[in-house]
C-alpha cells in the first residue's frame, strides 16, 4: 500500500442498478447482485491494474428501495449514504459531487478520484477534479458513458463495465471462481489413466454438454440403441460420473461434478439455512444468507469471493433462485434447495447421520 496512490471511490448505485435494468432488461434482483459485484471488480482493478489505493469507499443511493444492499457494501468496507429520491430530481448525484468536492478540499493527500457512473451530470465534477489539478476515472458502460466526460478527461481515464461478467471490459479482474467442470474433467483424465474409465466412458462424457443431454440425443450421436446408452449411462452414474434427472417427458443425462472444500462448507451452509426459514418462508433470502451463514461457513473469504462460491452451486443447479418481493413490492433474490441432486441428498443423508 506504501508504494501506492491514495484514492476515493465514489459509487452512484442507483445509476449502475437501472442502467443493468433499463439498458440490459435484468431483473431487478440479478441487476442488483452485479451491481454489488462491479463495486468490487472495480476495486480491484484499482488495487492490481492502476496501483491505486482506495482509501475511501462511499456509494450514494436511496437505499429504502434496495435494503439489503448496504450490509453487503458494508463488509465490503463501501460506506452507504443514503440520500432520498425526490420526484423529477435525481438527488444522488448531486450528493455524490458534494462528497467528492468536500474530499478534494479536505484530503489533499488523495490524489485520484474514481466515479463509478457516467453520464452528463459529472460533468462539473470532472472540470472541478481538473481544475484542482486531480485525476479523475470514471466507470461505466460504454452505451451509458458521456461523450463530453470522455472528451473531458481522456479515453484512458475512462474503463468501461462488462455487465454480463461484473468485470472491467478488456482487463482480467481476478475473481475466485471454483472450476467445476473443469475437476471433474481431470479426474476424468487421471481415472483413464490408471485404467478407471474406459475409453467409450470419456466417449460419452465427452458428449455431455454443461446443461446436460437427452437421452435420445446422446443415443443419436453416439449411433447406439436407446437400451445401450441406458446401460452405459447407468454404468458412469455408478462411478459416480453422471446422473440423470427428469426434464418433462425427457431424462436428461448430467456430468456429476466433485465439490471442493469451500463448496462443501457452502452446500452445508445452504441446507442449514433452508431448515431454518424453508419451513416459515418457503425458501431463504439470498442477501441475509450470504453477510450470516456463509460468512460463518467461509470466514477467511471475502464476500465477494463467497458470493462466487455460492453461484457456484447455483451453476451446479444444488440451488435454485428465484426473485420475490416484500411486503412493500421491494424485489429481492431466494434460493431453495434442488433436492433431487444427488450431491444435495448425499450432503443432507451425511448432515443427518451425525446429528
Not at 106 to 120: E, K, N, P, S, W
Not at 156 to 172: K, R
Not at 291 to 316: C, G, I, T, Y
Request: hydrophobic share 40%; net charge negative.
Amino acid at each position: 500500500m506504501t508504494n501506492q496512490k491514495l484514492g476515493a471511490l465514489f459509487v452512484d448505485f442507483e445509476n449502475i442498478y437501472y442502467s443493468l435494468i433499463n439498458e440490459f432488461n435484468l431483473q431487478p434482483s440479478d441487476a442488483q447482485a452485479i451491481a454489488v459485484r462491479i463495486i468490487g471488480s472495480t476495486l480491484t482493478h484499482m488495487r492490481e491494474f492502476l496501483e491505486i489505493s482506495p482509501i475511501i469507499r462511499q456509494a450514494v443511493a436511496d437505499w429504502s428501495t434496495l435494503p439489503d444492499v448496504p450490509n453487503e457494501l458494508y463488509v465490503m468496507g463501501v460506506r452507504a449514504d443514503h440520500v432520498k429520491a425526490l420526484k423529477g430530481k435525481n438527488s444522488a448525484d448531486i450528493e455524490l459531487s458534494l462528497c467528492l468536492q468536500e474530499a478534494m478540499l479536505t484530503r489533499t493527500d488523495i490524489d485520484v478520484f474514481a466515479v463509478v457512473a457516467g453520464d452528463r451530470d459529472y460533468l462539473p465534477i470532472a472540470q472541478r477534479a481538473q481544475m484542482a489539478a486531480k485525476r479523475i476515472l470514471f466507470y461505466s458502460f460504454e452505451r451509458c458513458l458521456s461523450g463530453d466526460i470522455k472528451e473531458l478527461v481522456g479515453e484512458e481515464d475512462c474503463w468501461y463495465l462488462d455487465p454480463e461478467n461484473a468485470s472491467i471490459v478488456f482487463e482480467e479482474v481476478p475473481v475466485t471462481r471454483t472450476p467445476e467442470k473443469e475437476v471433474c474433467e481431470e479426474e476424468i483424465e487421471k481415472e483413464m489413466e490408471e485404467g478407471e474409465i474406459e475409453d467409450e466412458d470419456s466417449k460419452i462424457l465427452g458428449l455431455v454438454p454443461d446443461g446436460g443431454i437427452t437421452m435420445e440425443s446422446l443415443a443419436k450421436k453416439l449411433g447406439f440403441g436407446r437400451r445401450k446408452v441406458l446401460k452405459e449411462v447407468k454404468k458412469l452414474a455408478g462411478k459416480g460420473a453422471v446422473y440423470t434427472e427428469k426434464s418433462g417427458r425427457w431424462t436428461k443425462v448430467k456430468i456429476l461434478v466433485e465439490l471442493d472444500e469451500n463448496q462443501e462448507r457452502a452446500l452445508e451452509a445452504t441446507i442449514d439455512a433452508e431448515k431454518e426459514y424453508g419451513p416459515k418462508y418457503g425458501d431463504v433470502k439470498i442477501s441475509g444468507f450470504l453477510v450470516d451463514k456463509l460468512a460463518d461457513a467461509l470466514p477467511s473469504l471475502s464476500h465477494l469471493e463467497r458470493k462466487e462460491v455460492f453461484r457456484s452451486l447455483q451453476e451446479n443447479e444444488l440451488v435454485e433462485v428465484r426473485q420475490r418481493h416484500d411486503s412493500y413490492g421491494v424485489p429481492f433474490g431466494a434460493f431453495k434447495l434442488n433436492g433431487n441432486h444427488p450431491i444435495v441428498k448425499r450432503k443432507m443423508e451425511e448432515m443427518d447421520k451425525a446429528e
